[in-house]
């Protein structure tokens, strides 16, 4: 069963675009959803990450918009761009070990 | 500063060969981890450890051993390789058991 389910599997935006990934969870213990980007042959990089106490966080660019009442969470990309084409994971956590990803969404961004 | 140190990059193993996948992390790290990531399901927590002695199984542990002698290191041990077990590997490493650091991965192939 898949604890953190994640959408879309691919999206293709223009340059300047702003993709929007979302994700979903059951977990209430959940305390922790960070999000991390991928580049083809490479591990996952921590991008951002939210705690359940706070509705939106922004980094740069990306910003994570929270909702706890309705267990879902988003990543948004403002004014994307070519360089910004890689894999997106949402994750879960809580504790040391059950951390938990979704499924990955490929970006492609188009110049 | 190398971070999260994964060898080897690529390897081919026949069906019921062992091998040993290395990790070393060089930030002083006590909470380290073993994933796999396949096609369409993201990454997927093997086994884990808080602490140099301390190890225990994640969602996906059989056919795998794991030990951790020292705080640099991690290694993983595939006991008798299965075609089931082609995937790429990825080691993390996290001071604070969140915000995870990962390796560059290892891509296993069994045949």
């Known amino acids: 069963q898949q604890q953190v389910k994640q959408s879309p599997q691919s999206l293709i935006v223009q340059k300047g675009g702003i993709p929007i990934i979302n994700c979903a969870y059951e977990?209430?213990?959940?305390?922790?959803f960070p999000w991390y980007q991928q580049f083809p042959g490479k591990g996952p990089a921590l991008l951002i990450a939210i705690r359940p106490d706070v509705s939106e966080k922004k980094e740069g660019r990306f910003t994570i918009s929270f909702n706890k009442s309705a267990k879902q969470f988003s990543l948004h990309i403002m004014d994307s761009q070519p360089g910004d084409s890689a894999t997106y994971f949402c994750a879960a956590q809580t504790g040391a070990n059950n951390l938990f990803f979704g499924t990955g969404t490929r970006l492609t961004v188009i110049p | 500063n190398a971070g999260v140190t994964q060898t080897p990059k690529f390897q081919v193993l026949k069906t019921g060969q062992s091998m040993t996948l290395q990790c070393a992390q060089d930030m002083n790290h006590e909470y380290m981890s073993w994933y796999r990531q396949d096609p369409g399901m993201g990454l997927r927590l093997i086994h884990y450890s808080v602490g140099a002695g301390i190890t225990d199984q994640g969602e996906v542990p059989n056919g795998y051993n794991v030990s951790r002698s020292t705080t640099e290191d991690f290694p993983l041990r595939l006991l008798s390789a299965a075609p089931s077990q082609t995937s790429v590997y990825f080691c993390a490493s996290s001071g604070n058991s969140y915000g995870y650091t990962f390796g560059s991965g290892t891509r296993l192939t069994v045949v």
């Open positions: 977990n209430t213990a959940f305390d922790y």
